[in-house]
């Protein structure tokens, strides 16, 4: 946040070589510098087209005849396209199998609104009833121990069956259950 001045999206918007220079020394976990800055720079791209990455998903949305897997599928090839194949192995890919948990996480946060100040409800061109699980290893853990969950590895073929069962007790709102699973999981004699 230092490094943004504290204000990201403006810091974004208003990139400039000096600004990103900031980050030649900076990474985080398995992103180095080049990840970091490939990803900012395309973030500004994108916030200097489409004025929000809440626009950029509705875009895509659109363009996925409001479909979220195949939105979800569009993200990646779009925001990757120009991507080293180091960087690009950053960004979640449905297509290769993966559970996208962060996506999926993203668009909860996004998409519902639960009046508490997690989940901000403020995108509305998706409702909550699309939204898929952000399936990870504690949520995955727990729906197998209940008998939710058959597959045995976290993939994107888990996501859609977890999410399908989900339905069917919640057809408004599967990811719903995402703290119920994930809470139960961090503890680790559930």
């Known amino acids: 946040m230092d490094l943004m001045d504290n204000s990201p999206h403006q810091w974004i918007a208003t990139l400039s070589a ?8 900076y990474c985080y976990r398995t992103l180095n510098q ?7 720079i395309r973030l500004h791209q994108i916030i200097s087209k489409y004025d929000s990455l809440g626009n950029f998903f ?15 599928s569009n993200f990646h090839q779009n925001f990757t396209d120009l991507f080293p194949q180091r960087t690009k192995r950053h960004i979640a890919n449905i297509r290769t199998g993966s559970a996208a948990k962060r996506l999926n996480m993203y668009l909860r946060w996004m998409v519902r609104d639960d009046n508490r100040g997690v989940d901000f409800g403020l995108w509305k061109f ?7 699980l952000p399936l990870d290893v504690h949520s995955g853990r727990v729906a197998r121990k209940l008998g939710l969950l058959n597959i ?3 993939n994107w073929r888990a996501v859609e069956e977890i999410t399908s069962l989900l339905r069917t007790f919640n057809p408004n709102d599967p ?11 961090v503890f680790e004699k559930f």
């Open 18 to 25: 000096e600004k990103l220079n900031r980050l030649n020394f």
């Open 34 to 40: 080049e990840d970091i800055q490939n990803i900012i």
């Open 58 to 72: 509705e875009h895509l949305y659109r363009l996925s005849d409001n479909q979220v897997p195949e939105m979800l």
């Open 126 to 132: 998706i409702t909550p009833a699309e939204l898929y």
């Open 152 to 154: 045995k590895s976290n």
């Open 175 to 185: 990811a719903i259950y995402d703290y119920a699973l994930f809470g139960l999981g």
